[in-house]
């Protein structure tokens, strides 16, 4: 079994900054891409920042040098450090790693429960 736990929402002001964490544990063989998306009230989850399978990383423009996102390898973990953060940033953010099991050896997407991050003054 693969579980993905994430912390580190919050309630926090405009201007404001936090950092996520998610960390990877399980029967994991492989990891192939990591990142992190959102889900606004009314709104369809929307991808937030990532690693892809060749280590590049892709950020939702309007997180464009705000948001930045990091790993830790060997500890499966991926980080999304959010700063200047604004009203319109939240929402539940959730991470997703699309990753192979040891046993059965099958490739899968897989989500976090989820983390509210508010932005409020």
């Known amino acids: 079994q693969v579980q993905l736990v994430e912390s580190g929402g919050g309630l926090v002001q405009p201007g404001g900054s936090l950092r996520l964490s998610c960390a990877a544990s399980?029967?994991?063989?492989?990891?192939?891409?990591m990142g992190w998306y959102r889900q606004a009230p009314g709104k369809q989850r929307e991808l937030v920042a990532g690693f892809t399978g060749g280590g590049s990383t892709n950020y939702e423009d309007s997180v464009k040098g705000r948001f930045t996102i990091s790993r830790d390898n060997a500890k499966n973990t991926v980080y999304l450090q959010m700063n200047s953060l604004k009203p319109e940033d939240t929402a539940v953010y959730y991470c997703?790693?699309?990753?192979?099991?040891?046993?059965?050896?099958?490739?899968?997407?897989?989500w976090g429960q989820g983390t509210q991050v508010t932005v409020s003054s």
């Open positions: 399980g029967s994991i063989f492989r990891i192939y891409a």
């Open positions: 997703n790693a699309d990753l192979r099991t040891i046993a059965p050896g099958t490739r899968s997407d897989y």
